[in-house]
């Protein structure tokens, strides 16, 4: 039997389902409190790198789900797996470069050309074609972000061990979810990085 089909960790369905859910809202916690504050720190370099770094990383997780999906259907399991723990690895740099940004380098505004925090009406007219568009795709990425984490959780945790007709159907829903995130994530930068301050 190949090395990937036996079980990477026991199984404990109530610890995992305990261990899933309270990571998972810590996180959230973590993000929702701490883009909100802004730290006044003399970094040396322009914190909005941190911006650049989360959108490298996602669009590192994009290649990966789709290399992952490819050798899962091409039944090269041992590989799949090596890709999607990278992924996972992957996503706690992002959180961790996303929780940067925001603490060093504040909120931007769709628009704000003059990078003074304030949207005016003339500045929302200038853009007023693609803001609609890009309010949109941050807010459906940002919803999808927040609520996919479990699901990436417990899907990983169905196929280590080795329950792999439940990862299956998880990763059903979890595989687009968490791609739509991984790749509206660098478009999202790359339409709001001009407004940074």
């Known amino acids: 039997m190949p090395e990937l089909l036996q079980p990477a960790i026991l199984r404990n369905d109530r610890k995992a389902w305990l261990l899933i859910l309270v990571f998972s809202f810590v996180v959230f916690t973590a993000i929702s409190v701490l883009t909100k504050v802004k730290l006044n720190a003399d970094l040396g370099f322009d914190a909005n790198i941190f911006a650049l770094i989360s959108a490298i990383v996602n669009s590192i997780i994009a290649v990966l789900l789709v290399a992952a999906l490819?050798?899962?259907?091409?039944q090269h399991?041992?590989?799949?797996?090596?890709i999607m723990l990278t992924a996972l690895v992957l996503s706690i740099v992002f959180l961790v470069s996303y929780i940067a940004h925001h603490l060093l380098a504040g909120e931007a505004y769709y628009g704000?050309?003059?990078h003074d925090?304030?949207?005016s009406a003339d500045e929302k007219a200038a853009v007023s074609s693609t803001r609609f568009f890009y309010l949109i795709l941050l807010s459906t990425h940002i919803f999808l972000a927040a609520v996919i984490l479990p699901f990436?959780?417990?899907t990983a945790y169905r196929g280590l061990t080795s329950e792999f007709s439940k990862h299956v159907k998880l990763a059903r829903i979890t595989w687009p979810l968490w791609f739509y995130v991984a790749?509206?994530?660098?478009?999202i930068y790359w339409m709001i990085h001009p407004y940074y301050r």
């Open 152 to 154: 990436i959780l417990f």
């Open 183 to 187: 790749v509206t994530g660098p478009i």
């Open 77 to 82: 399991y041992l590989l799949h797996k090596r």
């Open 70 to 74: 490819i050798t899962v259907k091409n």
């Open 117 to 119: 925090g304030i949207l």
């Open 112 to 114: 704000d050309a003059n």
